[in-house]
Structure formats: C-alpha cells, structure tokens
C-alpha cells in the first residue's frame, strides 16, 4: 500500500459525520480483523489522546469471543489498560475480570535504576566511589541505543512464547516508541554492534558494565551472548510483524489537523517497514443535538462539528483503500468492564447514537 502525502484542504466540505459511506469505499469496521483467523499480531496505535486504549481493549474484547485465548499488552509507558478495566495489571498476564479467555499486562520499558546494581559488579576497588560508579554506569547503560526497548521486546515475547496465546493485541504508545518497539531487531544489531565496538575501546572497565545489562533471567553469561542467542527467534517474530498474514496495525486518529497529520506519518513509516496496515478508527467524533429545522443546537458543538467533517471527509478522501471506522464522542468516561464492551459495538461499524 503506498501512502499519500497529506495536504489538508482549506474549505470544509458537506461530509457529514456517523453517516453512510459511498459504495466504492470499504466497509466500515474492524470484522475484516476479527474474521482473519491467521492474524497473531494485531497493534493498536496513534498520537496520544485519540482512545487507543480504549479502541484496543475494546478489540480484545471482541476477539475473546471468537478465539481461544487473548493477550492485551500494554507497550505504552503510561499504562492505561488498568484504568480502562477498572483492575490493576502488573508485568505478568492477569486475567481480566468477567472472561476465561482474556488476559492483560503491562510492562515497564525502563531499566534497572542504580539502586539496583549489585556492588560485586562494580569490582573490589570500588568502595569509595560505589555510589558514583553506580550512577554513571546505569547512565551508561540507559544511552545505549534500544537498551530499554529492547529489554520490553524481549520480556514480552519471551512471556508469549511460553504462554502460547493464539492472538495479540498491543496496545501501543505513541507514535515515535511505537516504531522503534516494531524496529526491534534493527535495534538489537545496533545495539550489539555498540557494545562490541565500546568494549574494544574500554576493555575490563567495560566488562563490569554488562552484569547490569542482564535480562533479569538469573543467567550468569553475559548480555551480549543473551542477544545473540535471542536473536533466531527475534528474527523470526520481525518476520510475522511483516506478514499481513499474521500482523496489521489498526491506526487510530480524532478529526483535527494534528492527529490526521500524525497518522499519515505513521501509515507511511509502516509501509516502510512493511507492515500491514488498512484499518483507521476515527474516535471522539461528535453527533450534536439539532432543534426541529435540523440546526445545531450548540454554538460550540456547531463550530466543532464543521472541523470535524472538514477533516473526516479528508480522511476518506485519502484513505479510500482502508476500512475506515467512525466511533461517536460519548458522554460519559469508558470505564470499567461493561462500558468497554459496550463501546466495542462502534468497532463493528454500528455508530448508534
């Protein structure tokens, strides 16, 4: 799929929103995802603010009710899937309350803070300076290039290699991590290549930076032969990203400006990458109160919703070989288990006022 450039147009047009779509366009919703049976890896993503949380959990919910077992990983540092469903998740899959078949985790993308780097690793010679070392190393550490995603990118598919789940659901963070967590293997030969080439300059002192570098499995060898001996299975998931068979990427936007400027960036840096992607979900999208003659009642919702049928109808226009998925701004917070299910009817296509 090649992207357009986006150029946005300087009058508003008669589009108007929650409403029928032309016959050349795909149908809206996101069925065509869940009646893919071979896809694994299903990645939820867009500038932060639009409902990504809300649209992705929202889609493990749908996909629970069609496959054996789901996973919902958040990769975004805010970790919002615990607010969404209203139970706290930790690094581990939990259950979410009310299903048999659905789990949830959230992982931290940081490495080890100073604290937590054992003083036999900074050497014998080092009790008057322990705490500085400390401190400069993990900053060492952390400058690395991909070092935290990497560590992210190798807990969870470690988990999901282990727990065998039969699709994935990432709820993602925002655009820029996004990317470079779907780099990851780029990364790691970056990374390596960083470390060989330090460690030839630095020497012993280098030796007594890798133990902190450790992927936490309790492992004594060192994280450069960790890496390498990760990478067969890394390549081998770089590859599945990259199938349409069993990746896609389901990109979600507001109608404004900079979220519809934000998305056709991350359309085009995925098509880079080679992955599948042909879902958009246009969230927050207002459906105003009108008095008999059909006029909006509110000044404000009136002058919100013109903005937004300028850019929706943009968005068609450019997106005219994606599914494209228009869900209403609701009034009250998505909240909670039973709210989230209801709301995942909109990612069905049904915009019900």
């Not at 994935?168 to 996004?178: I, L, S, W, Y």
Request: hydrophobic share 35%.
């Amino acid at each position: 799929m090649a992207a357009s450039t986006y150029q946005p147009e300087e009058e508003p047009k008669s589009k108007s929103l929650l409403s029928g779509h032309s016959e050349t366009e795909l149908e809206p919703g996101l069925n065509n995802v869940l009646e893919q049976k071979s896809l694994r890896w299903i990645f939820v993503g867009g500038k932060g603010g639009v409902g990504k949380t809300t649209c992705s959990c929202s889609l493990a919910i749908l996909l629970a009710k069609q496959r054996e077992n789901v996973l919902l990983i958040s990769t975004d540092p805010a970790h919002n899937i615990s607010d969404a469903f209203d139970q706290k998740f930790s690094k581990y899959p939990t259950m979410v309350q009310g299903f048999g078949n659905l789990y949830a985790m959230e992982i931290d993308p940081t490495v080890l803070d100073a604290d937590e780097i054992p003083n036999d690793a900074l050497g014998d010679d080092s009790s008057g300076l322990s705490g500085l070392a400390k401190e400069l190393l993990s900053d060492f550490a952390d400058s690395l290039p991909g070092i935290d995603e990497a560590k992210s990118f190798m807990q969870v598919m470690g988990l999901v290699k282990e727990l065998q789940f039969s699709v994935v659901v990432f709820d993602t963070a925002p655009t820029g991590h996004t990317l470079r967590f779907l780099s990851m293997p780029a990364l790691f030969q970056k990374g390596m290549g960083k470390v060989t080439q330090l460690k030839s300059q630095f020497g012993s002192v280098f030796d007594q930076l890798l133990p902190m570098l450790s992927t936490g499995s309790g492992d004594d060898g060192s994280f450069r032969s960790k890496m390498q001996e990760s990478m067969p299975a890394i390549e081998q998931i770089n590859e599945e990203f990259r199938d349409p068979d069993k990746a896609t990427f389901v990109c979600v936007c507001i109608a404004e400006f900079l979220s519809l400027y934000e998305t056709e960036r991350l359309v085009q840096e995925l098509t880079k990458l080679n992955i599948d992607v042909h879902n958009i979900v246009v969230n927050q999208l207002l459906n105003p109160e009108q008095d008999e003659h059909g006029q909006i009642v509110c000044k404000m919702c009136s002058s919100r919703h013109k903005i937004q049928s300028k850019y929706l109808e943009q968005i068609h226009d450019l997106y005219e070989d994606f599914h494209i998925t228009e869900c209403p701004l609701l009034t009250e917070e998505v909240r909670g288990r039973e709210k989230v299910e209801s709301f995942s009817k909109f990612l069905l296509g049904t915009n019900s006022k």
